[in-house]
Structure formats: C-alpha cells, structure tokens
Nanobody, 122 residues
C-alpha cells in the first residue's frame, strides 16, 4: 500500500504562484509513476500533470502547459507541482496519485492522497 500526503494548497491571486508537495511512503518511490489531478466543483476530475518514476517523461494537460511544472525528488520521496501564472479557473481540489507501472497517458493510478484545496482569486 502507498500512502500519499499533500501539502501546499491555499489561496493565491490570479497571476501568482503556489507549490504543491506530495510525500509518498510504502513503496520504492523511484518505481512509482506519480501524477497530479484536480477536481473543480461540478466538474469531473482531470489529469493535470504526470511523471514517470525516473522523471524522464512528463505529461501536462493543455490547460496548464507552460504554467505548471511537475518534478520529483527521489531522495525525499516527494513529488511537486509548481504552479505559476495562476488563473481563477485553476481553482480546484488537487490530488496526488501514484501508480505501480508507468504507461504514459494510460497509467493506472491506484493510490490517492486526500486532496488539497487551491483557490485562485480573480
């Protein structure tokens, strides 16, 4: 079993920045595919950014490409999401997730954190 604990959410102004962190335990971290997802009120959960265990491959949704950066520290067992140029429409609960096998966009994420709220004021 993998445990994931997110931190770093909060309130930001449009145009500002936030950094989310997700600490993982329970598996060899470098073997895990990691991802950030979000769900806004009344909307379905969507993928934001994902990264392979080695960090060599990343995917971003079109809505955040160029503004958000996913990275991982395999020594600290932590994945990060740096969010710049925030927009009101980035407001959502952000979830960290982990999967045992990296398969690009087809990666299955079996482990989820509790979520952290990000609110962007316009």
């Amino acid at each position: 079993q993998v445990q994931l604990v997110e931190s770093g959410g909060g309130l930001a102004q449009a145009g500002g920045s936030l950094r989310l962190s997700c600490a993982a335990s329970g598996r060899t971290f470098s073997n895990l595919a990691m991802g950030w997802f979000r769900q806004a009120p009344g909307k379905e959960r969507e993928s934001v950014a994902t990264v392979a265990g080695s960090g060599s491959a990343t995917y971003y949704s079109d809505s955040v490409k160029g503004r958000f950066t996913i990275s991982r520290g395999n020594v600290k067992n932590t994945v990060y999401l740096q969010m710049n140029s925030l927009k009101h429409e980035d407001t959502a609960v952000y979830y960290c997730a982990a999967g045992d096998i990296w398969a690009g966009l087809r990666t299955r994420y079996d482990y989820w954190g509790q979520g952290t709220q990000v609110t962007v004021s316009s």
